[in-house]
């Protein structure tokens, strides 16, 4: 093979490849480009998830009339002069890569007039080549409308995620922008209907309500960094850094992390050792696998961090990442502590029960076990089908206990209750410990199951209809699955933007908060990879059986007991929970004997 110069398009098309990802990095440059043209009204007009149409809108500065087509090239761009400028950034872009990538790989229309000029521009490019330019009549600012995106590049179009999930990233991508940007009025719509919009108050409070609704909202705590004792631009070192924003209070958490969002002078950035000084700001308040939602901005000298590490500007060095470590970590934690005689601190559930009651104790405020009246635990019995075969397909295997049968357990006699969690009985082979939680989980899951594949899931209506607000791509993620969620006993609608009415649930939740349950199942589908539908239909089953299971820190009457022990011996997969923790523990008498020294 021998060496030669790729053509100028091709060069283009694999440089787009670092910049242009997917629909939402499009949405990401053009929108970084209206902020840092001064625009205070920016919006976003979505088609197809982003393939057939994005279109970004602004009343910014404009781009002048001579300058519109080198606008277009590589490598140019109005923020940098020299090279010495690389080390004290202050505008969100500065490669001068996006809008040349842009167009390489889509068919682009911008139309844009400058501020001090009587007319506007409108240019029409087509793989980054120019087809068309004219004057016309435009008001101040710039429309960049990017149609057919990756129509040159197959290779790229056909690994594109669904429009749903596409829809989703570029609305989590305005949501953070808007929340960094209070004072610019952001309105977002997906085929033609408006799914996020803020009024430009600049109050960040108002946009926090406009993207996780007033439950969420309500439950964040404010951080407000200390007063500067000098001039920002000329501080060095910890002092330099402040730390601004929101964390929520302990109650609220989630099963990952990617509600820890993270700002450096005003850039959306990802960085693992500050989302963990965020979750180590948590130390003990927080049970294990759970975490909390952040939106923190950290203001510092522009020369103390290195933007220009990666072409999409995701990631930043600074030059002491301990001090701002640090910083992040002192203010998180502060803020968590100065809040807690208001919240009840001490009084939070050991296990870390959560706003939505997921997967924690069910004591009282005051230390209390709830009485067993509350639990509304169906007891009624369900023998085994003959013809129930794979029930839990995704469960893992069920260990062998020593004298039982691979998929029975024995006749138990209930003995009490340890713990206000575990259920003591007595059975032929000695004595077995069964957690009452993950018990009664894998026995509602069981009988969910079998209701599904009867296409007879009950449910049941709602006294009064519960009102759940969720943030944009949450509220696709509900529209995606409301076939499935309706198939569960779920029963939903539209109820403004992105806000839904909740007029029955599955019968098995009980007296279960509808509004919560529903958020848990929608928090497990915005963490779900897995592409098959039953995938997903188990991952809800799991969540709605997992809320409405009797919780570890209930007491149980003996009756109670015993009715769980006696569904537990009919289901088909006793020894294991859905998620595929044990339900019960075996102490034979044999070993009971060689503890106490007899053998």
Known sequence: MTIHVLSDQLASQIAAGEVVERPSSVVKELVENAIDAGATAITIDVRGGGRELVQVADNGAGIAADEIETAFLRHATSKLTSADDLWAIRTLGFRG????????????????????????????????????????????????????????????LKFLKSITTEKRLIDEFVTRYALAYPAIRF????????????????????????AYGPDTARQLIELRPPEPAADPSTASGPAAVAVRGYVSDPAL?????????????????????????????YHTLLPVGRFPLALLFIDMPPDEVDVNVHPTKIEVRFRDDGAVFGAVQRAVRAAILETAPARGL??????????????????????????????????????????DEGL?????????????AETRLPLMRVIGQVGAAYIVAEGPEGLYLIDQHAAHERILYEQL???????????????????????PSQAHLVEENLPLLA?????????????????????????????????????????ETAPLKSETEALVIKRVCKTAAVKAGQTLARPEMEALIAQLEACDVPHTCPHGRPTLIHLSATLLARQFGRT
């Open 487 to 527: 198939s569960l006993g779920f029963e939903i609608e539209p109820f403004g933007p992105n806000a839904f009415r909740l007029r029955a649930v599955p019968a098995i939740l009980g007296r279960a908060d509808p509004a919560q349950a529903l958020a848990a199942v929608v928090i497990d589908l915005e963490n």
């Open 97 to 156: 890569e996006a809008l040349a990538s842009i167009a390489a790989v889509s068919r682009l229309t911008v139309v844009s007039r400058a501020r001090e000029a009587t007319a506007g521009i409108r240019l029409v490019l087509d793989g980054g080549a120019v087809l068309a330019r004219e004057t016309i009549g435009a008001p101040a600012g710039t429309v960049i409308a990017v149609e057919n995106l990756f129509y040159n590049v197959p290779a790229r």
């Open 253 to 281: 958490t989630y099963s990952a992390r990617n509600h820890i969002q993270l700002f450096v002078n005003g850039r959306a950035i990802r960085d693992t050792r500050l989302t963990f000084a965020v979750v180590q700001a």
């Open 392 to 404: 839990d397909e995704a469960a893992p295997a069920a260990p062998t206990l020593p004298g039982a």
């Open 187 to 210: 309105r977002l719509s997906h085929d033609g209907r408006v799914t996020f919009q803020t009024a430009g108050s600049g109050q960040t409070a108002d946009v926090l309500l406009a």
């Open 346 to 387: 001490g009084g939070w559930p050991a296990m870390g029960q959560s706003a939505a009651g997921w997967g924690g104790f069910g004591a009282a405020a005051d230390g209390r076990d709830l009485p067993h009246t509350q639990l509304d635990i169906p007891w009624q019995l369900r023998g085994p089908a003959p013809d």
């Open 449 to 471: 199951l079998a209701q599904r594949r009867g296409q007879q899931v009950a449910s049941q209506r709602l006294m009064a209809a519960a009102t759940v607000y969720l943030s």
